[in-house]
Nanobody, 124 residues
Framework: QVQLVESGGGLVQAGGSLRLSCAAS????????VGWFRQVSGKEREFVAA????????SYSDSVKGRFTISREAAKNTVHLDMNSLKPEDTAVYYC?????????????????WGQGTQVTVSS
């Protein structure tokens, strides 16, 4: 069974940057697709970015494209989400999710493994 643990959330001013990390325990990310999703209270969880661990292929939502970068660090079995030019509307709880498939997917229903979430707050 794989467990995902996020880290790196916090409070930042608009225009600032944060790095989120997702570490896996129980197995490596080999053959996984790892995604980042975010959720604001009262709204549905939405796709942010995903990376196919084996191929390095990535996908981004339109709202973060050009500002966020997802990457993988094999030595630490960790996926990072570098968030730049942050806006107040990026404020949310960010979740790391995993699926055992090399195919990228943007839907929450295809990710059986989830972390506990980390709060990101961007002040104006």
């Amino acid at each position: 069974q794989v467990q995902l643990v996020e880290s790196g959330g916090g409070l930042v001013q608009a225009g600032g940057s944060l790095r989120l990390s997702c570490a896996a325990s129980g197995r490596t990310f080999s053959s996984f697709t790892v995604g980042w999703f975010r959720q604001v209270s009262g709204k549905e969880r939405e796709f942010v970015a995903a990376i196919s661990w084996n191929t390095g292929s990535t996908s981004y939502s339109d709202s973060v494209k050009g500002r966020f970068t997802i990457s993988r660090e094999a030595a630490k079995n960790t996926v990072h989400l570098d968030m730049n030019s942050l806006k107040p509307e990026d404020t949310a709880v960010y979740y790391c999710a995993g699926r055992i498939s090399p195919r990228l997917n943007t839907s929450t229903k295809y990710y059986p493994y989830w972390g506990q979430g980390t709060q990101v707050t961007v002040s104006s």
